[in-house]
């Protein structure tokens, strides 16, 4: 029984709400406009959740590995972390993580020769983005490029990903859409970042935080939160009015953000994930309602 929750903790499931949200939205904009296919809808989700936690240990991994994860770093302060823990043997990790994406990669060949070519493209994009995030030689997120991989993933290619799906064509409407949400999601890796300014200075890692240095990196953090919300309020004028029912997670936003302005938090990460949550969700059930009702 700890074998396998040591396996759970390992793959971070609390973080495949933000994969979940992602495909969820480019589901529901596809159900706007035609009908909705549970089981295309499933494959995607299963996939995408699959290529999530392949990263996420083929991520750890390699921190481990390079002495960027130790125990005394704050992400194995208030999360589990069993590989720093040594509850789980590396090798065995990383081979892990090539079997899950190999079986998100089995499913996206399906989906490319049931739903169309373009999934063969934003798939592999994923898997190659997902490979590379912390292992050489690209290890693009330790050069700055981590939010924008990010923002882009959960973003932009995951929502029109899931769109193409239902539609088996692109859409202008949920790639701007996916904007908003794909900022929060580059919003958690930033809250991480800013956290671990020091240590990653001190390791010579560079990230968008150590570039910008904590004022400045605070103040992109409350810029784009702020880029967020607008931009919902401006798709509510051509979209629906239904995304306004987004704003009443402002209130969590202004905590999240006085609380990171007077101290960065160990958890600033979780913590920012929390609004993403709510965030996501109100997106999803805005779009469901202007599906039923219009």
């Not at 993580?97 to 049931?114: E, K, N, P």
């Not at 239902?166 to 908003?180: E, G, H, I, N």
């Not at 629906?240 to 960065?264: D, G, H, K």
């Amino acid at each position: 029984m700890h074998l396998y929750r040591n396996w759970f903790l390992a793959s971070r499931p609390w973080s495949f709400s933000m994969t979940a949200i992602s495909v969820g939205v480019g589901s529901a904009m596809g159900a706007i406009d035609g009908p909705f296919f549970w089981f295309p809808f499933l494959l995607a989700l299963a996939s995408a959740v699959m290529l999530h936690a392949g990263t996420n240990l083929i991520n750890d991994y390699y921190d481990v590995g390079s002495g960027v994860d130790t125990v005394e770093s704050a992400t194995a302060q208030y999360r589990p972390h069993p590989l720093v823990e040594g509850r789980l043997p590396a090798e065995q990790v990383k081979w892990a993580a090539y079997a899950l994406f190999a079986m998100a990669a089995v499913i996206g060949i399906y989906l490319v020769a049931t739903r169309g070519q373009a999934i063969f493209w934003i798939g592999l994009a994923g898997l190659v983005a997902g490979l590379t995030y912390t292992a050489p030689p690209l290890r693009y997120k330790y050069v700055a490029l981590g939010e924008l991989s990010v923002f882009l993933m959960w973003g932009p290619l995951m929502v029109e990903g899931s769109y193409y799906v239902q539609r088996q064509v692109l859409s202008p409407k949920a790639f701007w859409v996916s904007l908003p949400f794909g900022l929060l999601v580059a919003l958690v890796l930033l809250a991480n970042n800013i956290r671990d300014i020091e240590l990653d200075q001190s390791r010579r890692i560079h990230t968008l935080a150590t570039v910008l240095g904590k004022r400045r990196g605070l103040t992109a953090y409350l810029l784009l939160m702020a880029l967020a919300y607008v931009g919902i309020i401006a798709l509510a004028g051509f979209l629906t009015p239904w995304l306004l029912i987004i704003l009443t997670s402002l209130p969590l936003a202004f905590r999240l953000f006085r609380q990171m302005a007077r101290e960065v938090p160990m958890d600033a990460d979780a913590r920012t994930a929390q609004l993403d949550t709510a965030f996501g969700l109100l997106l999803v059930a805005a779009l469901i309602m202007e599906g039923i009702l219009r």
